[in-house]
């Protein structure tokens, strides 16, 4: 396959409960027979496994790599709960007491997230797989509710933009720019004829 990943920007995040179901029964791509999941203190790694059997199994596959962090989930938003900043609770004073004991009764829960930030060195690393293994990552950009995928790849030698935001496709474009000229840095100090260095 011809096809290749250019630039890569992720800042996914989404529950690990979900990325979990998400692979019980995943569409993956014809060069990946299956994948497999790796749990390392707080850092998860997805790795393709290649359906080409002539691949080398020492070669390293790509792989994707997701920090995992503990954020507090609440029932309901503090501030739509009664007697704070969305809601009146009557008196002009302030309502410490109640304001303190309303907040105990809000239920929380900490719930574990795969967060999917970084460039593509960060994100999705080795080069064996790379195109299949982003595709994977698109289709979990497409069921996280907050963050952002973009990335600009070559298929069969054309170039595509995609970006992904909180988990809706969005229209994107590749744009051409020119490189910055070597002369540029011609305002900075030039250290090898300078006046006020002596010989």
Excluded at 102 to 114: K, P, Q
Aim: a negative charge.
């Amino acid at each position: 396959m011809t096809s290749r990943v250019f630039r890569l920007h992720s800042t996914l995040e989404l529950p690990l409960e979900d990325v979990y179901e998400y692979f019980e029964d995943p569409d993956l791509p014809v060069e990946m027979e299956d994948i497999d999941i790796t749990r390392r203190n707080n850092t998860l790694i997805i790795s393709a496994v290649a359906a080409d059997e002539s691949m080398s199994k020492y070669t390293p596959t790509a792989q994707l790599k997701a920090s995992i962090t503990e954020n507090r989930v609440y029932e309901e938003e503090p501030e739509d709960r009664p007697g704070g900043p969305g809601g009146g609770s009557g008196g002009g004073g302030p309502q410490w007491g109640t304001l303190e004991e309303e907040e105990e009764e809000i239920e929380s829960e900490l719930v574990e997230y795969a967060c999917f930030k970084g460039d593509r060195e960060t994100v999705l690393q080795n080069t064996a797989l790379q195109y299949p293994m982003f595709e994977v990552l698109c289709g979990i950009a497409e069921i996280a509710e907050k963050g952002t995928l973009t990335a600009v790849v070559a298929v069969d030698g054309e170039l595509h933009a995609t970006r992904i935001v909180d988990g809706e496709d969005r229209p994107a474009s590749v744009n051409v720019v020119e490189e910055p000229k070597e002369d540029d840095g011609a305002n900075g100090v030039n250290w090898r004829d300078n006046k006020f260095i002596s010989d």
